[in-house]
């Protein structure tokens, strides 16, 4: 229970937006699960594809078996995304509109976090998040032999540019990556993006 506390007062320190944890606090495995932008709009929403409909049920799994701490993302966009934003400019899907259905956790993903402890989420404005690496970095005891692993959407933008991000905040870290539990734009860029991780010695599973 004192980690719990410590989390949740981290939390505070961050400001990030929600913090939901489990009915159960058990002892924390040495290894962090970040799950990226897991949002209704990805996965059968204003970007969604059968890719990312597929991957949903192994990342439930992957929650539901996690033994550690997990941390989500949440693309999160204004209603003026499409004028105010360069990526509205460039990508003019309106998309994870803060409060709508859309932006929000998929139901069985949600579901499978409930009964997790430590599960904390930050929304981030763009594709990669300022707030994660400072959340994973606050975890009680963390260290350089925690073990981030990363999945979700979509492999190409928000999955690895976190990983990336979190490979220079945290370069003596085991970072990894579940591609079974990952969908890009397309199975190319998906693969292209794997190939990246790779390149910066990031394990693809
Ligand atoms: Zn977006």
Redesign the pocket.
């Known amino acids: 229970m004192k980690k719990l506390v410590l989390l949740l007062a981290m939390v505070s320190v961050f400001g990030l937006v929600s913090c939901k944890q489990g009915a159960s606090v058990g002892t924390a495995a040495p290894k962090v699960l970040v799950l990226v932008d897991m949002q209704n709009d990805f996965i059968d929403g204003a970007l969604g594809s059968e890719a990312a409909q597929a991957i949903v049920p192994a990342v439930v799994e992957k929650v539901k078996g996690w033994d550690g701490y997990i941390v989500a993302t949440r693309?999160t966009?204004n209603p003026d995304y499409l004028d105010a934003t360069l990526?509205g400019k460039l990508?003019p899907v309106a998309?994870?509109i803060k409060g709508g259905e859309g932006w929000e956790i998929c139901p069985s993903v949600t579901a499978a976090l409930e009964g997790k402890a430590y599960a904390g989420v930050v929304d981030k404005p763009?594709f990669g998040s300022l707030e994660l690496p400072q959340l994973i970095a606050s975890i009680p005891g963390f260290d350089e032999s925690f073990v981030i692993e990363l999945v979700g959407l979509d492999t190409d933008i928000c999955v690895v540019s976190n990983a990336l991000s979190l490979r220079m905040h945290f370069p003596n870290n085991p970072i990894e990556v579940d591609p079974a539990c990952c969908a890009g734009t397309c199975p190319e860029r998906h693969a292209a993006a794997l190939e990246t991780m790779k390149s910066c010695q990031i394990t693809v599973k």
């Open positions: 693309d966009h990526e990508l998309h994870c763009t």
